[in-house]
């Protein structure tokens, strides 16, 4: 009998996890059954992903570039990469303000509606914390995203997973092995060559339990929503942000098959393991190993140009995350300061929202820091920036899922088109996790 593909186990996971946590919202005790017997699993499990993802950079990309032979091809490598990132971003905040300003879902909400949502989130700790880690942002200077890319002490950008830091380290240390001579960087080529193929069989290993964490992660997230009327009451809004993303999702689609030549349908169901796992997870940092291990394995894409693109990608390349704020800024706009809704200031959060992109990497919980930056930059008044925020906090962490699914599914195609591009895609060679079983059992 032919194995279920993991992409299904992982669907199956997700929606008896969704079913399990509606069942568990309606029995007495059922939420704290989830919080404490549940979600520790799926917590697990992202710990386990994040455990591996800062030795796989550093292996794929060190290895990756002593590969090369030629340190022209970086420069080449890296300026098609942020070139190609910058168009896909700009596309997203277009189509994002583009829908928002075509459907108008801001305009005629109730007032009742507007009040009891101040009322509910205004004074929220989450609402709360967004607005402070804004402030601390903004701050912090022009060049503070430029100075954080250059670590002083590389084990602190480890243990903190400085996802940027640890890839300048890489291409320091590929860029020096290339510089040594061959003969005198092979053993360390050897050494991560092996640690690389060590990790990507981790990754092979902790997918096996995917589907049980995808499970626990999807109740858990289903038990948070407890206030199912205003979640209706921003239905239209929620909606026009999902269309957004899957318009976008398309446009990577045609392009992919214009540039790759490349089936859309089979980089879907290559990718969808990692399109799954950003779904129920709402990160790109925690998706990264599955994603460098499909867009390698699965994808064909060169180890040395995956290691570059998708770590670089999953820090600055935020395209469902700027898609988001070109419609919620102006769905925050059209509720309470219709005045602010100027061609001007539309041109200005384009240009913000792609500038937030770029330098808000080490930045947790970006996407609203992010649309405090985009609001602040065109003028809107800071004593609505809570009633602002609480607008769309109570359907944040949905549509947060859904717009990961977006970053990482532009991550995985800018990693296949700059492989086009330098000749290093290939004909894909997927492997399993009990490849070499039979000789150790």
Same mark, same amino acid.
Request: negative net charge; proline residues 4%.
């Given at each position: 009998?032919?194995?279920?593909?993991?992409?299904?186990?992982?669907?199956?996971?997700?929606?008896?996890?969704?079913?399990?946590?509606?069942?568990?919202?309606?029995?007495?005790?059922?939420?704290?059954?989830?919080?404490?017997?549940?979600?520790?699993?799926?917590?697990?499990?992202?710990?386990?992903?994040?455990?591996? $993802?800062?030795?796989?950079?550093?292996?794929?990309?060190?290895?990756?570039?002593?590969?090369?032979?030629?340190?022209?091809?970086?420069?080449?490598?890296?300026?098609?990469?942020?070139?190609?990132?910058?168009?896909?971003?700009?596309?997203?905040?277009?189509?994002?303000?583009?829908?928002?300003?075509?459907?108008?879902?801001?305009?005629?909400?109730?007032?009742?509606?507007?009040?009891?949502?101040?009322?509910?989130?205004?004074?929220?700790?989450?609402?709360?914390?967004?607005? %402070?880690?804004?402030? $601390?942002? !903004?701050?912090?200077?022009?060049?503070?995203?430029?100075?954080?890319?250059?670590?002083?002490?590389?084990?602190? #950008?480890?243990?903190?997973?400085?996802?940027?830091?640890?890839?300048?380290?890489?291409?320091?240390?590929?860029?020096?092995?290339?510089?040594?001579?061959? /003969?005198?960087?092979?053993?360390?080529?050897?050494?991560?060559?092996?640690?690389?193929?060590?990790? %990507?069989?981790?990754?092979?290993?902790? %997918?096996?339990?995917?589907?049980? $964490?995808?499970?626990?992660?999807?109740?858990?997230?289903?038990?948070?929503?407890?206030?199912?009327?205003?979640?209706?009451?921003?239905?239209?809004?929620?909606?026009?942000?999902?269309?957004?993303?899957?318009?976008?999702?398309?446009? +990577?689609?045609?392009?992919?098959?214009?540039?790759?030549? !490349?089936?859309?349908?089979?980089?879907?169901? /290559?990718?969808?393991? @990692?399109?799954?796992?950003?779904?129920?997870?709402?990160?790109?940092?925690?998706?990264?190993?599955?994603?460098?291990?499909?867009?390698?394995?699965?994808?064909?894409?060169?180890?040395?140009?995956?290691?570059?693109?998708?770590?670089?990608?999953?820090?600055?390349? &935020?395209?469902?995350?700027?898609?988001?704020?070109?419609? @919620?800024?102006?769905?925050?706009?059209?509720?309470?300061?219709?005045?602010?809704?100027?061609?001007?200031?539309?041109?200005?959060?384009?240009?913000?929202?792609?500038?937030?992109?770029?330098?808000?990497?080490?930045?947790? #919980? $970006?996407?609203?820091?992010?649309?405090?930056?985009?609001?602040?930059?065109?003028?809107?008044?800071? /004593?609505?920036?809570?009633?602002?925020?609480?607008?769309?906090?109570?359907?944040?962490?949905?549509?947060? &899922?859904?717009?990961?699914?977006?970053?990482?599914?532009?991550?995985?195609?800018?990693? &296949?088109?700059?492989?086009?591009?330098?000749?290093?895609?290939?004909?894909?060679?997927?492997?399993?996790?009990?490849?070499? +079983?039979?000789?150790?059992?």
């Amino acid at each position: 009998m032919k194995k279920l593909a993991l992409h299904w186990k992982i669907i199956i996971g997700m929606v008896l996890g969704i079913i399990f946590g509606f069942i568990m919202n309606g029995i007495d005790g059922g939420r704290g059954f989830v919080i404490d017997w549940i979600s520790p699993f799926g917590t697990i499990f992202i710990n386990l992903l994040k455990l591996i $993802a800062v030795p796989l950079i550093l292996a794929s990309l060190i290895k990756g570039i002593s590969d090369l032979k030629d340190i022209s091809k970086i420069k080449s490598m890296g300026l098609r990469t942020v070139s190609i990132y910058i168009c896909t971003t700009l596309v997203a905040i277009i189509i994002g303000l583009s829908i928002v300003n075509t459907l108008q879902p801001g305009k005629g909400m109730p007032q009742d509606t507007i009040e009891k949502i101040k009322l509910k989130y205004e004074n929220d700790a989450g609402v709360t914390d967004k607005l %402070m880690k804004a402030s $601390a942002q !903004k701050d912090a200077g022009p060049l503070k995203a430029l100075v954080d890319i250059f670590p002083s002490n590389i084990f602190q #950008s480890f243990a903190n997973a400085s996802m940027l830091q640890v890839i300048f380290f890489a291409l320091f240390v590929g860029i020096s092995l290339l510089l040594i001579g061959e /003969e005198k960087a092979k053993p360390l080529v050897k050494f991560f060559d092996s640690l690389n193929e060590v990790v %990507m069989k981790m990754v092979d290993l902790i %997918m096996l339990f995917a589907p049980y $964490a995808v499970f626990a992660l999807l109740a858990n997230v289903i038990i948070a929503f407890d206030d199912t009327e205003i979640l209706i009451k921003l239905l239209y809004y929620a909606l026009c942000v999902v269309g957004g993303l899957v318009l976008m999702i398309v446009f +990577y689609l045609i392009i992919l098959s214009v540039y790759t030549k !490349k089936s859309p349908i089979w980089f879907l169901q /290559e990718i969808s393991p @990692a399109q799954l796992l950003a779904f129920s997870t709402s990160s790109s940092a925690a998706t990264l190993p599955v994603t460098m291990e499909r867009v390698e394995e699965h994808l064909g894409v060169d180890k040395e140009v995956s290691g570059f693109v998708l770590p670089v990608g999953a820090t600055v390349n &935020m395209d469902g995350t700027s898609l988001y704020q070109g419609i @919620a800024a102006v769905f925050i706009m059209q509720v309470i300061w219709p005045e602010g809704l100027t061609f001007t200031n539309q041109l200005v959060i384009i240009l913000t929202a792609l500038l937030a992109s770029i330098g808000s990497a080490a930045v947790p #919980s $970006a996407g609203m820091v992010m649309l405090v930056i985009v609001l602040e930059s065109i003028g809107f008044p800071a /004593e609505l920036l809570p009633i602002g925020l609480a607008l769309i906090f109570a359907v944040d962490r949905p549509l947060d &899922m859904c717009r990961t699914v977006v970053n990482v599914t532009g991550d995985a195609t800018v990693s &296949m088109m700059v492989a086009k591009s330098l000749n290093k895609l290939h004909d894909p060679q997927p492997k399993e996790w009990d490849d070499h +079983y039979d000789e150790v059992k």
